[in-house]
């Protein structure tokens, strides 16, 4: 084959780069100090990035920054600072998250090439198409797809010039990522802001299956499926692990390069992967490529699995083979670490030194010569000099009042003391004096001197972002309308009950060509379409087929694959909670690109970071202010390790069928409900409700629309509430009756609206 398979790589710190580098990586993806969803991660300073780089560079290896996470208005200013930055610094791409980035960089920052994060939890042609719209030049596919999800999707993607990214090795969440808010409701620390606490890695009270870890997954390893992903078309094979060191990085990549270099030459696969099982791991599966979900991918210990596993392989059982065994793993292990440093020590991203040399006489030019010291190598004992001369375009000539002075100069040249270059001296020795010269040959000089030292690439100017306009609700004066969710035909006399907006939650899976939700739509003409989140495969074809057949005149979506349907067929739509909107320039390129007539704002950001989000023009703005809350969503069934399921696993009757719930309680006590919903996605919600009557009061002005879900969804083992007084109670409270809020939490008494206080 010749196909160019990309070996993408971690970098959480500057060794385990250094280590991906020696070991064969193809690309790196690493994360500055801010913006980025791996906080627990040393990560770089913007100095460190520009040695990596060049580094990097020097070893035909790409550098890809992360910046995958939602970004909070008041962060705008320092983001666009940094895209100006890193527009001169030769980065390869940046990974994303959040929507407005792309509206950013597409206007001010195109030559930047944005790669759409997993965090974006992209799984249907749809959103791959939405993606391709936005600016995307890759996108990193989610976790959970089978070969064949990944071959239709990579084939989607190659045909609007899109490259697709697979994770083939490391860590597994269990939830849909940019889908899990369990860290964020549990204990304040969002996954979409780089924060996860790993909830699902947490113990739990022994369940029923006798399992204290039961959301812990194995580790994913495609090791052996390389030859499929070769097929799916795959363009890039990325290994996570930003949170681990040096030694695993190297240890990971440099099997996973043997494994690439042998199939490419030959065609066949390396049978040994015991390497991988020497540095950490929690075991491996590979069943979510292998579209075979069953209990064997979870492991009831989160913990480093190298140890057992070595007992197991050298079939240790008594006290003294264990130890053997063990010391035996010890030793390797330490031997990985000293070959790993013995590498990468010569490996310098320091700065490079700059001596400037100014020369000229009377009548003849200026002389600049940049004497360039590249860092210290320990393989040479020597350090390398590059030298290059500019010379300015008119003579020196004579003073007459003031001379050019040594001074103005350096003021011209000290900015070359920045993330790549360090100063160590001027030299003005050869340079006569009484002479002068413009001071605009002066920067026409320094410019010359800019470009060069930025290997001939012109440098883009600085971009100055015009702040975004604010524009005002159609009518300013108008409260907010109330808006509902139900998702059960035996609501649906709420219909009667009010005048307001009533969405239907479609289900998450549906029966091929049936047409139950079809004429549930066209029989009630009042109910407006909810679409959920995650839609894969042929459930994302039958949620389109609904669109088409209904012909809603709007709807609202979770999901942008079916949005950009929508837009094609020219249905107004407005974006769901779920699409995770908190900045002004989400708003816009929701908006601006699939004719987006509205958004929720997201609920995990507080009052100020709400209030100063800029409304697009003729935009809606909507807020959830009560809801189960959800913690996570998966693709695994959460059965399997709690209540227990005969069937060996998961397949498509599971979703359309199973409507099993139960809980489960965390070290600290607190009890979480398991809710499977007919046609839906296993999910975990909070013990508590959200309920949040403050921002009635505080940024009504802001809103068109306040929304309540009256669904049984999350509820749990908790008593059903009477849906018709909850809804009776909230139009009270939105017309300011006194008595409302209490009469609503006497009526939902386990509830909290801590995240819109917090926020992010």
Not at 69 to 92: A, C, H, W, Y
Request: charged share 20%; glycine share 6%; with cysteine.
């Amino acid at each position: 084959m010749t196909r160019k398979i990309e070996l993408l790589a971690p970098g959480g710190d500057v060794n385990a780069i250094k280590a991906a580098i020696v070991a064969g990586a193809n690309a790196i993806y690493c994360g500055l100090d801010v913006f980025n969803a791996r906080n627990r991660a040393s990560n770089l300073s913007f100095d460190e990035l520009n040695g990596v780089i060049r580094l990097a560079h020097n070893y035909n290896c790409e550098v890809f920054l992360t910046l995958n996470v939602v970004i909070l208005e008041r962060e705008l200013p320092s983001l666009i600072k940094l895209f100006n930055q890193l527009v001169n610094t030769g980065i390869d791409g940046i990974i994303v998250q959040d929507l407005g980035i792309f509206n950013l960089v597409k206007k001010y920052f195109p030559s930047l090439s944005i790669h759409a994060s997993t965090q974006l939890t992209t799984h249907n042609e749809g959103q791959v198409l939405f993606l391709a719209k936005i600016g995307a030049s890759r996108l990193n596919l989610s976790r959970e797809l089978n070969l064949s999800e990944i071959k239709t999707l990579t084939s989607c993607a190659h045909d609007v010039d899109v490259l697709t990214e697979v994770f083939v090795h490391g860590a597994l969440c269990i939830a849909f990522s940019g889908q899990c808010y369990s860290s964020s409701v549990s204990v304040g620390n969002s996954g979409n802001r780089g924060r996860c606490s790993q909830a699902c890695r947490d113990e739990y009270e022994p369940t029923a299956m006798g399992n204290k870890y039961p959301l812990n997954l194995k580790d994913n390893s495609a090791y052996f499926d390389l030859p499929e992903l070769v097929d799916a078309g795959v363009d890039s094979l990325k290994i996570e692990g930003r949170i681990k060191g040096a030694n695993y990085v190297h240890t990971v990549v440099d099997s996973w390069r043997k494994q690439i270099d042998r199939f490419v030459e030959s065609g066949k696969l390396l049978d040994d992967n015991s390497n991988l099982y020497k540095v950490f791991n929690r075991d491996f599966t590979n069943l979510f490529l292998q579209g075979d979900m069953n209990k064997s991918m979870f492991i009831d210990n989160p913990r480093d699995h190298s140890f057992t596993h070595a007992n197991e392989i050298g079939n240790a059982t008594s006290v003294i083979q264990i130890n053997k065994v063990q010391q035996d793993l010890k030793v390797d292990k330490n031997d990985i670490g000293i070959r790993v440093s013995e590498k990468i020590q010569h490996l310098d991203i320091t700065k490079r030194h700059l001596t400037f040399k100014f020369s000229g006489k009377l009548n003849g030019p200026l002389t600049v010569t940049v004497v360039i010291e590249a860092a210290h190598s320990v393989e040479t004992q020597t350090k390398h000099h590059d030298t290059f001369v500019v010379k300015s375009d008119v003579p020196l000539i004579a003073a007459e009042k003031s001379s050019i002075d040594q001074d103005a100069i350096k003021k011209r040249f000290k900015s070359f003391n920045n993330a790549k270059f360090s100063i160590e001296g001027f030299i003005f020795s050869q340079l006569e004096s009484n002479l002068s010269i413009p001071f605009k040959e002066l920067s026409n000089i320094r410019k010359k001197v800019a470009l060069l030292l930025n290997d001939s690439i012109e440098i883009i100017p600085l971009i100055d972002v015009p702040k975004l306009q604010n524009h005002a609700k159609t009518d300013p004066d108008v409260t907010p309308r109330l808006s509902i969710l139900i998702a059960n035909e035996n609501d649906l006399h709420l219909c009667d009950l009010t005048d307001c907006d009533i969405y239907f939650k479609l289900p998450e899976s549906f029966k091929k060509g049936c047409n139950k939700i079809i004429e549930l739509f066209l029989n009630n003409p009042r109910l407006i379409p909810w679409f959920p989140a995650v839609l894969i495969g042929k459930d994302y074809l039958e949620a389109v087929r609904v669109l088409e057949e209904v012909k809603a005149k709007h709807i609202v979506s979770n999901n942008t694959g079916i949005a950009h349907k929508a837009c094609e067929l020219n249905i107004d739509w407005i974006a769901g909670p779920f699409l995770n909107t908190t900045n002004s320039y989400a708003l816009l390129t929701l908006k601006e690109t699939l004719n987006c007539k509205g958004a929720f704002i997201s609920n995990e950001i507080n009052h100020q970071q709400i209030r100063n989000i800029a409304r697009p023009e003729n935009f809606k703005l909507l807020y959830s202010i009560y809801h189960p809350i959800l913690m996570m969503t998966s693709r695994q069934c959460f059965f399997q390790q709690t209540v227990g399921c005969n069937k060996p696993s998961i397949d498509d009757n599971c979703m359309l069928t199973c409507k099993k719930k139960t809980t489960i309680t965390n070290a600290r006590g607190i009890s979480f409900a398991i809710d499977k919903q007919k046609g839906g996605y296993p999910s975990i919600y909070n013990h508590e409700q959200f309920l949040n009557l403050d921002i009635i009061n505080e940024l009504s002005q802001l809103f068109d629309e306040f929304f309540i879900d009256l669904t049984d969804i999350g509820a749990g083992s908790k008593a059903e509430l009477d849906k018709a007084q909850l809804l009776n109670h909230f139009k009270n409270a939105l017309k300011g009756a006194h008595d409302a809020a209490s009469q609503l939490h006497k009526m939902v008494t386990i509830s909290t609206h801590s995240q819109y206080v917090q926020g992010l």
